[in-house]
């Protein structure tokens, strides 16, 4: 996830309206950042890595010249954090400049074709292939314009991009796939932005590009296009009335919300796998002797569902051990055969940081799944996955957990296909299954809101609950419990349905929530039972269950109905629910889900 910006005006030099559109940005991204101008037939580029202010203390983007300028925040995806990775990107020439946010999947293709026609690269980006394309293609005497929409049509993957040129000085080319993007219309200025925040205090009139769409933006004129055809498409344009602080979380009250609403993205992101970084983690865990997973909060629960992703899939064993007793545990790695696998959003952890790095010493093969770009952890380690989810502001983890869930199970699908515990038809299914899973996930949060928000209603009176799951469910509840503990302050225990009747239950008297995290998998009929006991001693059964488990539904008090899907794949949707439950259980209690109490975002003591 980054942030874009491009600003054309009659009004004079734009450099400093860049910046500050890009500070308001920065929520989308901060590891580098970038603006380029144009004055006098000459692009003139700022960007380094680092914050925007820090950049700009250093560099200044105010003195940049021009009335027409494009600027971007990037939160790395291709390449760690440096000045060469860091956008606006130009072509050989330095007279075309391109800013993006969005992923280029054909890029290592693209720069090979190019290469070969004689393009030179100077950084690790997939952005840069857009910029050479656009060179490629104007060469054959084409408009910009149609020279960025013919290099759009051979790039596959998402993008937003802000596209200006030495040679028509007087446009900015913007497009989308994806990503998103609007148009700000002005006085006598106009504007695209990945977002609305960017652009309020210069205007409240807005054209949200659609997928495929293309637009010419000059100070006083707008003429969009569909990328594919060329055709012109008329839009209507729309008035925000959103403050400043609510345009920065998307019209959402809080972060938290927000991410919640963005797992649909982070996911289709996510899924847009580094394919050589999946197959190096495949073929480690296939020849490992030991598989570890090691990581903290909710990130342990995701490692808690990869020990069912790989045992039920793969037949593989493993140990998913909480950080901070990993020392305790680790016996050491006799064989040299160990594979210890970290997951991380932030990637600086002190404790997944420490237990990473004794298993390294120790000469374990240390593999980590990191949210963070150029994070400690993806330093430490021997081969990095990257979630896809962009920036996490909400403390409590909601869009990094279902993308590491995402990854984890890719992981376990291949590694199941390679050593044939799967056949190539459910192979086939689970990939299918997680390419609809953004769409179902959106489906998950358009139908059960309004009823989880209900519910909370009544839990925010409660004061304790349990959340109680078998086999793969046991994360997803462990991982209910946590959100509902560390937003709302409800006293919630998340605990295996099966062990529950050897002491959790001792506590239900009449009125007890006891939320059921129940999908129709091998643990189904086991699970009825245990739904059964407690409603027996008059708990308030809450089931989180799929629409043909009618033995479950008929002794619920409360039915949230979800998707049917694979059954490693179940904690994506099932989660959903619970993390809406605990942010509006938080709300009604009063509290701020954004900033819970006692807690931090990166906990870097151990
Ligand atoms: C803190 C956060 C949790 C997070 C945990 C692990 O406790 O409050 O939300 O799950 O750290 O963080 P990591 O960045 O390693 O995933």
């Not at 055969?337 to 093969?365: F, Y």
């Not at 739904?531 to 629409?547: D, F, H, N, P, Q």
Request: glycine share 6%; aromatic share 6%; proline share 5%.
């Amino acid at each position: 996830m980054c942030g874009i910006i491009g600003i054309i005006s009659t009004n004079g030099n734009v450099s400093r309206m860049l910046r500050e559109s890009l500070k308001r940005l920065e929520y989308r991204g901060y590891d580098s950042a970038g603006i380029a101008t144009i004055a006098n037939g000459i692009i003139f580029v700022k960007k380094d890595k680092g914050k925007i202010d820090e950049i700009h203390r250093m560099l200044n983007f105010d003195s940049l010249p021009g009335n027409i300028g494009i600027g971007h925040t990037r939160w790395a995806t291709h390449g760690q954090p440096s000045r060469e990775n860091a956008h606006p990107h130009l072509d050989c020439s330095g007279m075309i400049a391109v800013v993006h946010n969005g992923i280029i999947e054909n890029y290592l293709e693209l720069r090979e074709e190019l290469s070969k026609l004689g393009h030179t690269f100077r950084s690790e980006t997939d952005t840069e292939v857009i910029p050479h394309l656009i060179e490629e293609f104007l060469k054959s005497n084409k408009s910009l314009e149609e020279a960025v929409r013919q290099a759009l049509l051979k790039v596959k993957g998402s993008f937003a991009i802000a596209v200006i040129s030495s040679k028509e000085p007087d446009k900015i080319i913007c497009a989308r796939k994806e990503s998103p993007l609007l148009i700000g219309i002005g006085n006598s200025q106009m504007f695209c932005a990945s977002d609305i925040p960017a652009i309020l205090p210069y205007t409240r009139n807005i054209i949200v590009l659609d997928d495929m769409e293309m637009a010419v933006l000059t100070p006083n004129s707008v003429t969009i296009r569909r990328i594919d055809t060329g055709e012109i498409v008329n839009k209507d344009i729309i008035q925000v009335s959103w403050s400043p602080e609510e345009a920065e979380k998307g019209g959402f009250p809080h972060f938290m919300l927000k991410e919640i609403h963005e797992q649909p993205r982070a996911i289709r992101d996510t899924l847009r796998v580094d394919e050589k970084a999946l197959e190096i983690f495949v073929q480690k865990i296939l020849t490992a002797d030991k598989i570890y997973f090691v990581a903290a909060g909710t990130s342990y629960h995701a490692a808690l569902a990869a020990k069912y992703m790989l045992a039920k899939l793969a037949g593989l064993g493993s140990d998913a051990i909480i950080a901070s007793e990993f020392e305790e545990q680790f016996p050491g790695d006799s064989s040299g055969d160990s594979v210890l696998i970290a997951i991380s959003q932030s990637g600086e952890t002190a404790d997944t940081l420490v237990a990473s790095r004794i298993a390294k010493n120790a000469g374990v093969c240390v593999l980590a799944i990191v949210n963070v770009v150029g994070s400690s952890l993806t330093r430490l380690a021997d081969h990095v996955l990257y979630t896809r989810a962009g920036p996490e502001i909400g403390v409590a983890a909601t869009k990094t957990f279902t993308t590491q869930l995402t990854l984890l199970s890719m992981i376990a699908a291949k590694a199941a296909r390679e050593n044939g515990m799967i056949d190539l038809d459910e192979y086939i299914r689970l990939n299918t299954e997680l390419n609809e899973m953004p769409r179902k996930v959106r489906d998950v949060i358009e139908r059960i809101e309004i009823k989880v928000k209900q519910l909370s209603k009544h839990l925010a009176n409660c004061r304790n609950a349990f959340y109680l799951g078998r086999g793969i469910s046991t994360a997803t509840a462990l991982e209910g419990a946590l959100k509902m503990k560390e937003i709302a302050y409800i006293h919630a225990e998340g605990y295996p349905a099966g062990e529950s009747k050897h002491g959790p239950i001792a506590l239900v008297e009449p009125g007890f929530p006891c939320i059921f995290v129940a999908p129709p998998d091998s643990t189904y009929h086991s699970i009825i039972g245990n739904v059964t006991e407690m409603k027996a001693r008059g708990a308030e059964i809450i089931v989180l269950t799929s629409k043909s488990c009618d033995d479950v539904i008929k002794n619920a008090n409360t039915a949230l109905i979800l998707p049917e899907v694979h059954p490693i794949l179940s904690p994506i949707p099932y989660i959903v629910p619970l993390q809406l439950l605990a942010y509006y259980t938080a709300v009604e209690r009063g509290y701020d889900p954004d900033r819970p109490r006692n807690l931090a975002k990166s906990v870097t003591v151990q």
